[in-house]
């Protein structure tokens, strides 16, 4: 059974950063893709980073363009998101989620992920 924890989440001031942590634990990475996910109070969750389960290509969505960076450290099973230049908009709960690599990370639809970690609140406010 695959498990994912999320860490890293806090309040930052818009315009700061902050960098997500998703250990996953019962497989390695290279069996999955991880991707990052948010929801804001009243939204639908919507998918905001991936990368595939050789690691070979990462997806970041075009509202965190150029701020949002995903990578991960295989060995630590771990996927992280650094996330800078913060805005207001950004605030929400952040999951990580894994899909095996017969689909797309990419494609970002949720029923497509397996796992999912319990979430971690971002909050972006002065």
């Known amino acids: 059974q695959l498990q994912l924890v999320e860490s890293g989440g806090g309040l930052v001031q818009p315009g700061g950063s902050l960098r997500l942590s998703c250990a996953v634990s019962g497989s390695t990475l290279d069996y999955y893709g991880i991707g990052w996910f948010r929801q804001a109070p009243g939204k639908e969750r919507e998918g905001v980073s991936c990368i595939n389960s050789s690691g070979s290509t990462t997806n970041v969505v075009y509202p965190v363009l150029g701020r949002f960076t995903i990578s991960r450290d295989v060995a630590k099973n771990t996927v992280y998101l650094q996330m800078n230049s913060l805005k207001p908009e950004d605030s929400a709960i952040y999951y990580c989620?894994?899909?095996?690599?017969?689909?797309?990370?990419?494609?970002?639809?949720?029923?497509?992920?397996?796992?999912w970690g319990q979430g971690t609140q971002v909050t972006v406010s002065s």
């Open positions: 989620a894994a899909v095996l690599p017969k689909y797309s990370c990419s494609d970002y639809v949720p029923r497509h992920y397996d796992y």
